[in-house]
């Protein structure tokens, strides 16, 4: 069988733990023996993190941008029971905020949706996606306890002098404070990858904030989603039938429920962070979560929304069998895959890209499937295989 070449290379961000097994195992399995892999390789395992003094992380951000595409293996975010683990110069920083400070932009998620798991949501038919603006609010606040009685205001001074201020409270008492900034750079960007997506996938884009009560942090979100919608997609939303829709956040909230899902939901940081393990557990795991950065200027990373599943990688260590899921890191890399192909008009890598997905929840649908999704399944032919036999099943079927 000739091997599908590749034109341009992906950047290939190998991680930790179980996932980095999966990821060896995935390449071995399931890609080498159709492709000829083209990858510029950046080995984002702690201990290389740690030998590079966190360098190799920046550099495969920089790769991503000169490549465009990425695919990247979970990774681990030290603590300090890591440090002593691993034996850590430095208690690193989180690579995967490492990696969207230099290529901004907005995290997609979207569940991978196979007969047999059911939504806990009755109504759910097709995949919600959520995008998590990935910039500012609380993960950049300031926060202070106020000790006892006083008073706390909120300045801003132009750099040319002048100052507005504002009293945020009066306190008779001990309390709390907190202040935090967007920047209308990134919510623009944050905007225009919403909108894009949404063009790309033919789906309807929802958002909503609180700007019944935030009149001006969250107000101004609203307003320059609207101005970009009106000045630069109106008339691309209209052409592709497809509806940009705004309402308060409680609102997109009951309305997503009562929904049959197939929209993109736009959400400020923290409710992204929120709803997308909402969404994810309510559509029925983690493990089925696929998510991708887009950056403003058109760079795509694919990764699984879980992380390296550190309880299954010590028992694989200790040589006992383990049924980790692969689905999330498979479609990481047929994700990254199609978009190299689309980029470079290589058509026979998208429908491999095609092909590789519909072959994995086919093989899930005929009742081979890990254990996270056995316990779950109403399927009748239920067979929970271990990590490696998911793996020889899928590729028993691409195969034929
Ligand atoms: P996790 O790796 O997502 O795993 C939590 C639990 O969810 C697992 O113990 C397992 O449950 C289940 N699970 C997750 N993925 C699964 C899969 N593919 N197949 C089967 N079951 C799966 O989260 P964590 O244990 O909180 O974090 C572990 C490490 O991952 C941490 O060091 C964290 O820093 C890192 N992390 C990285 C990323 C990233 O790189 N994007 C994201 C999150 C976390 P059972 O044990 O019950 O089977
Ligand atoms: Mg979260």
Redesign the pocket.
Same mark, same amino acid.
């Given at each position: 069988m000739n091997k599908i070449k590749m034109i341009n290379p992906i950047v290939e961000i190998d !991680?930790d #733990?179980m996932t980095r097994v999966i990821w060896a195992g995935i390449k071995e399995e399931l890609l080498k023996p159709f492709i000829e892999l083209n990858t510029e390789y950046y080995d984002l395992g702690l201990k290389n993190r740690d030998l590079t003094n966190d360098q190799v992380t920046i550099d495969s951000a920089f790769a991503t941008k000169k490549h465009k595409v990425a695919v990247k293996c979970?990774?681990?975010?030290p603590n300090a029971q890591?440090v002593k683990e691993y034996e850590l110069k430095e208690m690193w920083k989180s690579?995967?905020g490492t990696i969207r400070a230099i290529l901004d932009g907005t995290v997609f998620r979207k569940p991978i949706v196979v007969k047999g798991i059911k939504p806990f949501v009755r109504t759910w038919k097709k995949p919600i996606t959520i995008a998590r603006h990935a910039y500012g609010d609380i993960y950049k606040d300031v926060e202070l306890i106020a000790n006892g009685p006083g008073e706390a205001f909120l300045s801003f001074q132009n750099t040319d002098g002048k100052e507005e201020k504002v009293m945020v409270h009066k306190f008779k008492d001990k309390g709390v404070l907190l202040g935090m900034h967007n920047l209308d750079s990134s919510i623009e960007s944050f905007a225009r990858s919403c909108f894009n997506y949404a063009l790309e996938a033919k789906e309807d884009l929802w958002f909503g904030t609180k700007d019944t009560i935030s009149k001006k942090y969250d107000h101004h979100f609203k307003d320059l989603f609207q101005e970009i919608f009106d000045n630069e997609y109106k008339s691309k939303f209209s052409d592709a039938g497809i509806e940009y829709f705004y309402t308060l956040i409680d609102d997109i909230v009951a309305r997503i429920i009562r929904s049959q899902g197939g929209m993109i939901w736009a959400c400020k940081n923290y409710d992204g962070d929120v709803m997308s393990d909402m969404v994810a557990s309510a559509f029925g795991s983690? +493990?089925m979560m696929t998510s991708v950065l887009v950056s403003p200027e058109g760079y795509y990373e694919y #990764?699984a929304?879980? !992380?390296?599943?550190?309880?299954?990688y010590y028992q694989h260590l200790k040589g006992i069998k383990t049924s980790?899921?692969?689905m +999330?890191t498979i479609f990481a890399w047929s994700g990254a895959l199609r978009k190299r192909g689309q980029i470079d008009n290589n058509f026979e890598l998208v429908n491999f890209a095609d092909k590789l997905e519909k072959t994995a929840i086919e093989t899930i649908e005929e009742g081979l499937m890990?254990k996270?999704l056995g316990l779950m399944s109403t399927l009748d032919n239920v067979k929970i295989l271990d990590t490696f036999e998911f793996l020889k099943a899928i590729r028993k079927n691409l195969e034929k």
């Open positions: !991680g #733990e979970a990774t681990i975010t890591r690579p995967n983690l +493990a #990764e929304a879980h !992380g390296t599943v550190t309880k299954h980790t899921n692969s +999330a890990t996270d």
